[in-house]
């Protein structure tokens, strides 16, 4: 069965400092990959996505994630945090083919002026 | 952009009273889906649906619900019979294609009382 795993409930991080929220899953064939961002009182909103090809993948906001297949992880990065990157954070996978996306259970992000 | 529409934005019913959520799905989409999340909890999918059936759905998905395309433009989700541990955060998601991106509206936030 799919799962994701989010390591750590909350991440705390200076305005300018680097970003790096920890996601691992497991399936059992090559999933499709998510990072959704999850604002007070919105929706999910889609930062990025893996599905075939380069393993880097580039998203809004300037955020990125590199599919590490080795390591069953989807690690999300920023290099540098504004204060409007504070938010939950929650990372995806969809097996190719599959109608039920599995999440993570978030990870808020802080960011300290 | 084109989004997802949720109404209302937050429902309070009393136990054993039948709820109706709605959703305007994206209007190109023809996959339509249902995920809840139970506060402090992960987002867990529902219910899949497309062509007017439903395609996958969660062991969560009892007889109490159901979905339907009463129209051209909404979506919805029916519970029977709500129960206290309904409460939770409803969102709404479509799709182009069937492996497409999954656009989420805002979310209904249920309270059984």
């Known amino acids: 069965a799919q799962s994701v795993t989010q390591l750590g409930s909350h991440v705390s991080v200076s305005e300018g400092a680097l970003v790096l929220l920890r996601c691992n899953y497991s399936s059992s064939v090559p999933p499709y990959l998510f990072w959704y961002v999850q604002y007070p009182n919105q929706g999910l909103q889609l930062l990025l996505k893996?599905?075939?090809?380069?393993?880097l993948v580039k998203g809004i906001n300037g955020f990125e994630a590199e599919f590490k297949k080795s390591e069953t992880s989807f690690h999300l990065t920023k290099p540098s945090a504004h204060m409007s990157d504070a938010a939950e954070y929650f990372c995806?996978?969809?097996?190719?083919?599959?109608?039920?996306?599995?999440f993570g259970a978030g990870t808020r992000l802080f960011v300290k002026a | 952009e084109p989004e997802v529409t949720q109404t209302p934005s937050h429902q309070v019913t009393q136990m054993g009273q039948e709820v109706i959520l709605r959703c305007v799905p994206i209007s190109n989409h023809l996959y339509f889906y249902w995920y809840r999340q139970i506060l402090g909890q992960k987002v867990e999918f529902l219910v899949s649906f497309y062509n007017n059936e439903i395609s996958e759905k969660s062991e969560i998905f009892d007889d109490q619900f159901s979905v339907e395309r009463p129209d051209g433009s909404n979506f919805t989700l029916k519970i029977r019979s709500t129960k206290l541990e309904d409460s939770a955060m409803y969102f709404c998601?479509?799709?182009?294609?069937?492996?497409?991106?999954?656009?989420f509206g805002a979310g209904t936030r249920l309270s059984v009382l």
């Open positions: 893996y599905t075939t090809g380069a393993t």
């Open positions: 995806a996978v969809r097996n190719t083919g599959g109608f039920k996306t599995i």
């Open positions: 998601a479509s799709s182009e294609g069937r492996e497409g991106i999954q656009y």
